[in-house]
């Protein structure tokens, strides 16, 4: 069964960093792009960043730029996010999906909290 | 305020057909092909529309998709309970650079 499972969501304060971690099973990460995207609390999915297949090739949503760096490690089967100068806005459900445009396949999800 | 925009509620009875819609501009829906999502709360995001009116495997027919000029939509017939949840719209915005997602449309089976 094809699977991503997203991890290292916690409690963070303003200012600090987070990592986040998602792991793949029953494909090849090697073979996709990937995303990241997130939901705060009541509100809407917001699409956060993207990275093709092999990390040469970056995007990012101007709220993250600067701050949020995507990363995959195709040998481990896994994909990263690495929050540096976290903020409170942001809190959120972080999901990573694979896929170039479309994102065929989700995550559950992992909760991030930012506050002191 | 989102890029793409989508009514915030809709609603029908069991069997009735609904309707939502997704405006957009040329640099997104109007360059690009639309896909949409059924969300839960607590649960992952379920692609069940991709390039404008495909469903994906499993997918019931009772689901269809369009697109016209930089709008698009989405309709459900013979609506059911389980249908109740939160709807997005997305697609790729060429000034961007970057996916954008609908402001979403919470589905509510009477």
């Known amino acids: 069964e094809e699977q991503l499972v997203e991890s290292g969501g916690g409690l963070v304060q303003p200012g600090g960093s987070l990592r986040l971690s998602c792991a793949a099973s029953?494909?090849?990460?090697?073979?996709?792009?990937m995303h990241w995207v997130r939901q705060a609390p009541g509100k809407g999915l917001v699409w956060v960043s993207r990275?093709?297949?092999?990390?040469?090739?970056?995007n990012y949503a101007d709220s993250v730029k600067d701050r949020f760096t995507i990363s995959r490690d195709n040998a481990k089967n896994t994909l990263y996010l690495q929050m540096n100068n976290v903020r409170a806005e942001d809190t959120a459900v972080y999901f990573c999906?694979?896929?170039?445009?479309?994102?065929?396949?989700w995550g559950q999800g992992t909760m991030v909290t930012v506050s002191s | 305020q989102s890029v793409l925009t989508q009514p915030p509620a809709a609603s029908g009875t069991p069997g009735q057909r609904v309707t939502i819609s997704c405006s957009g501009s040329?640099?997104?829906?109007?360059?690009?092909?639309v896909h949409w999502y059924q969300h839960l709360p607590g649960t992952a995001p379920k692609l069940i529309m991709f390039?404008?009116?495909q469903r994906p495997s499993g997918i019931p027919d009772r689901f269809s998709g369009s697109k016209s000029g930089t709008s698009a939509s989405l309709a459900i017939s013979r609506l059911q309970s389980e249908d109740e949840a939160d709807y997005y719209c997305?697609?790729?915005?060429?000034?961007?650079?970057?996916?954008?997602f609908g402001g979403g449309t919470k589905l509510t089976v009477l």
């Open positions: 990275i093709n297949v092999d990390g040469s090739a970056t």
């Open positions: 390039s404008s009116s």
């Open positions: 029953g494909f090849a990460l090697s073979n996709y792009y």
């Open positions: 999906g694979r896929g170039p445009n479309t994102i065929f396949l």
């Open positions: 997305a697609t790729w915005d060429d000034s961007l650079n970057g996916v954008i």
């Open positions: 040329r640099f997104n829906i109007g360059s690009n092909s």
